[in-house]
């Protein structure tokens, strides 16, 4: 079946610092979103790309989509303490071979720790 | 406020007991998906519905048990087949894939379920 990996699994930063995570799934993807979860918390939805090559930013968070729609990331600039979580990336794909409906696969995930 | 919301948040089973998660949503979503999160991994997908009296098995079903008799409600039932039920169930909802494939889902706050 479908996997969708990400790298790192952990990643610590000084406040400052800049973060990458980094996503890749095994096949072609329709769009892709990613997901931010707070420890304790559940993931809420960030952004999607749809488009080969798209770059999207959110402040200081910038998210790119593969040319061949495989793989994305999500660069922050300068972290603060609030962007503190894990990250999520996640791929629609179609069940059509087993005759089921649309599914999001979910990327293992980076969890980011920011130090003062 | 439109949401979903599940019950309870702490949960804990008996050996050989089955027991029911429930989902909520007031969104008016046509899809609704029940998720497993074990520490520090990525979310698996147990079972998804894309329209009411109808579900398909995720990647994880073995052990789970599901209903969708109306719009609002997706109730999940871990049964005693499964052997490691320990983990945090999410439950969330979308607009339906295909043609609306793009569309976000939206988490509940999750149940935590554990083994006594």
């Known amino acids: 079946g479908q996997q969708v990996m990400q790298i790192p699994q952990y990643q610590h930063v000084q406040e400052g610092e800049d973060f990458t995570t980094y996503c890749n799934s095994s096949?072609?993807?329709?769009?892709i979103q990613w997901y931010k979860q707070r420890p304790g918390g559940h993931p809420v939805f960030l952004i999607q790309?749809?488009?080969?090559?798209e770059v999207k930013k959110q402040k200081r968070l910038t998210f790119q989509f593969g040319e061949a729609k495989k793989n994305s990331s999500l660069h922050i600039t300068a972290t603060q303490t609030t962007d503190v979580g894990t990250y999520f990336c996640?791929?629609?794909?179609?069940?059509?071979?087993?005759?089921?409906?649309?599914?999001?696969?979910f990327g293992t995930g980076t969890q980011l720790k920011v130090e003062l | 406020d439109g949401g979903i919301t599940q019950s309870p948040k702490y949960l804990f089973r008996k050996e050989g007991q089955n027991v029911t998660l429930s989902c909520e949503q007031n969104?008016?979503?046509?899809?609704m998906y029940w998720y497993r999160q074990d520490p520090g991994q990525g979310l698996r997908l147990i079972y998804y519905s894309q329209i009411v009296n109808d579900f398909q098995k995720g990647d994880i079903a073995e052990g789970y048990s599901v209903s969708r008799e109306k719009k609002e409600s997706f109730p999940l039932t871990v049964t005693s087949a499964q052997k490691n039920p320990t983990a945090f169930y999410l439950c969330a909802s979308s607009i339906p894939g295909g043609s609306y494939s793009n569309q976000p889902q939206h988490f509940g706050d999750g149940t935590r379920l554990s083994i006594l």
């Open positions: 969104l008016n979503h046509d899809a």
């Open positions: 996640a791929g629609w794909t179609s069940d059509i071979l087993t005759g089921g409906g649309n599914k999001l696969t």
């Open positions: 096949t072609t993807l329709s769009n």
């Open positions: 790309l749809v488009k080969s090559g």
